[in-house]
């Protein structure tokens, strides 16, 4: 049996990045499921919160490898 967890986190995007796709390549190098749950973006500023849901280990290397990206990651807790 396959055991997947689900995390949601706020993803904090420096200007310099918010016309990447990087919520695209999230999904397809780490085959997450991904769900925007809020979302706010202008042209100095972006941020998501998401809800992102897969095996642990990829989860867990799909924000390691945003946060490698220059996206700041932070837990976000007790939303509905």
Same mark, same amino acid.
């Given at each position: 049996?396959?055991?997947?967890?689900?995390?949601?986190?706020? =993803?904090? $995007?420096?200007? !310099? &990045?918010?016309?990447?796709? =990087? =919520? $695209?390549? &999230?999904?397809?190098?780490?085959?997450? &499921?991904?769900?925007?749950?809020? !979302?706010?973006? /202008? !042209?100095? /500023? !972006?941020? &998501?919160?998401?809800?992102?849901?897969?095996?642990?280990?990829?989860?867990?290397?799909? +924000?390691?490898?945003?946060?490698?990206?220059?996206? =700041?990651?932070?837990?976000? /807790?007790? +939303?509905?």
């Amino acid at each position: 049996m396959n055991q997947t967890v689900q995390r949601r986190v706020k =993803l904090i $995007y420096p200007p !310099a &990045l918010i016309d990447e796709p =990087l =919520l $695209y390549r &999230l999904i397809q190098r780490f085959g997450l &499921l991904i769900n925007i749950r809020r !979302a706010h973006v /202008e !042209a100095g /500023e !972006a941020w &998501l919160i998401v809800d992102l849901e897969g095996p642990p280990e990829r989860v867990e290397e799909g +924000l390691a490898w945003m946060q490698g990206q220059g996206v =700041l990651v932070e837990p976000v /807790e007790g +939303l509905p």
